[in-house]
């Protein structure tokens, strides 16, 4: 298994703060830095999942042209 790069360090360490901060917060729809958190863990996620499909989509041509 590889080791966990600061990308996927990053997700999860956002995903936690996200998580500590929607337990105590009676609004969190009118926080403003708690969107701002959620927007950066779905950016993320958003990177990573573009990162493996373009790795997939590379793979598939590679494999395709040595037929």
Do not use: I, V, W, Y
């Not at 403003?32 to 959620?38: D, E, G, K």
Request: aromatic letters at 0%; zero cysteines; charged letters at 45%.
């Amino acid at each position: 298994m590889p080791k966990k790069n600061q990308e996927d360090k990053d997700e999860s360490r956002l995903k936690t703060k996200l998580r500590e901060r929607l337990a105590g917060h009676a609004n969190p729809e009118g926080d403003a830095a708690m969107r701002a958190l959620h927007k950066r863990l779905k950016r993320a996620q958003r990177k990573r999942r573009a990162l493996a499909a373009r790795k997939a989509r590379a793979a598939g041509a590679a494999s395709s042209e040595q037929k």
